[in-house]
């Protein structure tokens, strides 16, 4: 018998029986679990998974698994779809702080945890995925399963455990979860020609995850001296070390996790400025306030004249979730000298459609106008702090794409006469 089976079969000896499992996402995705609960579906059978696993890169839909498998999750994708509508899977709308708070106190049975060989004092280490599974293993009322991994580094600056304090252990060796967003449109360079623009020597930075982290990342190389606090990090940040742009010294790099390939897990195990995190610590807008010159740099799907932005809809439909995108706009906007931008390519579908709309399309807003500052496109850069909402708009048109603005421009019109 594997040692997954051995540990389902543990589980129906000490769980309920139909248990509430918490299973990590990002890096920390347990592959050898996945795999062996695809090949044998039944153990999925009136279990709950819950975690917080990433679009594109946690590609397990758990709930998916078995008829009688169900999930919790505050995230969407492609992916999850058919169990999301089946009925199957439960969709929470919060943001990474507030996950981390149902994490603490949500109902949960056990939890599956991926972590480092143990060291000479017994403590294990969640590695370069650091950021919600703190909240269920702090908890003394859950099931914990330690699974020792090889392949996972033991960062000098990461959170570790008593492996004594596992009420099981078992050993895997599958390869650590890796990451490549592929290809860069020439408009993502583009864009962050222009995010770069506002970032300042000394700034320290944060970047949501996708092709605008990839190709912001590449255009710091004639930065000097930032930092990095961030819920995720990508293989750039390794050429932008290579390139003199980030600080020396521990710590200039904080992260919640590492994502990209086995050189990124490497470089985390041995250069001393990579600290691991948990949310409490990435995400916390008290904590984010007080960095200098705090710059979030997020990605968004539209954003209409009024500065609202969806970063969770296409077509109507849920496709992502909210993320830690309003906690760190707000901790930035709260910093000295902080910079909250959200940035985007101004069409989509080939230019046909205009990704700065009258009115979001979206039925929900992920981020309120309040909340963003600057926002990004391949035509400029629109300052939205302090602006009334007519200049607002004006800014806004200004960076849409060019054979979109006089339907712009009319359209604010008829909703200026109205407001």
């Not at 990209?260 to 990435?282: I, M, N, Q, W």
């Amino acid at each position: 018998m594997s040692a997954f089976g051995a540990a389902f079969d543990w589980l129906a000896r000490n769980a309920p029986r139909r248990p509430r499992i918490y299973v990590a996402g990002c890096s920390g995705e347990p592959m050898g679990l996945a795999k062996f609960l695809v090949s044998e579906p039944a153990r999925a059978a009136g279990a709950t998974f819950l975690g917080v696993w990433i679009p594109g890169v946690n590609r397990t839909d758990y709930s998916g698994l078995h008829p009688e498998a169900c999930a919790e999750l505050i995230f969407q994708s492609s992916d999850f779809r058919p169990s999301f509508e089946a009925g199957r899977s439960a969709f929470r709308p919060l943001s990474y702080g507030q996950a981390w708070r149902w994490l603490e106190t949500a109902s949960i049975d056990a939890a599956f945890a991926l972590v480092s060989p143990a060291d000479d004092q017994g403590l294990v280490c969640l590695g370069v995925s650091a950021d919600f599974t703190p909240a269920v293993l702090a908890r003394d009322d859950v099931r914990k399963i330690a699974i020792i991994s090889r392949a996972m580094p033991a960062p000098r600056d990461a959170p570790r455990f008593p492996l004594a304090s596992f009420d099981l252990v078992i050993q895997d060796d599958a390869p650590l979860l890796t990451y490549d967003c592929g290809a860069i449109s020439s408009v993502f360079d583009e864009i962050a020609s222009w995010v770069v623009s506002l970032v300042e020597d000394g700034a320290t930075l944060q970047f949501g995850l996708g092709n605008l982290q990839f190709a912001v990342l590449r255009e710091l190389r004639r930065k000097r001296d930032l930092r990095i606090h961030s819920g995720m990090i990508t293989d750039p940040v390794a050429d932008a070390i290579k390139a003199g742009a980030i600080a020396a010294g521990p710590s200039a790099i904080v992260a919640g996790v590492a994502l990209g390939g086995p050189e990124l897990y490497a470089l985390c195990a041995r250069d001393a400025r990579f600290s691991f995190r948990s949310v409490a610590e990435t995400h916390d807008i008290g904590i984010l306030s007080k960095l200098d010159r705090f710059t979030a740099i997020n990605s968004v799907i539209e954003v209409d004249l009024f500065g609202q932005a969806n970063g969770e809809f296409i077509d109507g439909r849920q496709m992502s979730g909210a993320g830690g995108l309003v906690d760190f706009l707000r901790g930035a906007a709260r910093s000295p000298g902080g910079k909250p931008i959200v940035a985007l390519p101004s069409t989509a579908r080939r230019g046909a459609t205009s990704r700065i709309v009258p009115k979001l399309t979206a039925p929900a807003t992920t981020v309120a106008r309040a909340d963003v500052g600057f926002v990004v496109t391949e035509h400029g850069v629109a300052d939205l702090r302090g602006a009334s909402i007519e200049e607002r708009a004006l800014a806004l048109i200004a960076i849409a794409d060019p054979t979109h603005r006089d339907d712009l421009k009319s359209a604010w019109r008829r909703m200026a006469s109205e407001l």
